[in-house]
């Protein structure tokens, strides 16, 4: 059964930091891709960052240099580290996995839209001056 359970949302400060988890059955944590979405209510989701099983990583301009993404392979436990945090990083958080890689412009590379395999019920993240 595959199974995604966030946890570590909150209510921050401008420029505090939070550090989500995403607790992950042994299968989803397989995946060939990982990821965080976010959403803010009206608004289509948004991809903030992504990790492949090899440890790439790779992340929104909106983020970089802010958020970081990582695997805990004996935990099987997705993270996503978000320092300085800004008002408009409010949002809904979800982890999700992909089973496999697309193959782009001959690059294997994780799904491009957001019509990912498995998703969590997403944690809150609200940011406040």
Known sequence: QVQLVESGGG???TGGSLRLSCAASRSAYSSACMAWFR???GKERERV???KNDGTTNYADSVK????ISKDNVATTLYLQMNNLKIED???????????MWLINN???CR???EWDYWGQ????????
């Open 107 to 109: 690059v294997y590379t």
């Open 65 to 68: 240099g802010r958020f970081t």
């Open 49 to 51: 960052a992504t990790i």
């Open 11 to 13: 209510s921050v400060q």
């Open 39 to 41: 959403q803010v209510p």
């Open 122 to 129: 997403g944690t809150q993240v609200t940011v406040s001056s």
């Open 90 to 100: 409010t949002a809904m958080y979800y982890c999700a996995a992909e089973a496999h």
């Open 112 to 114: 491009p839209n957001v």
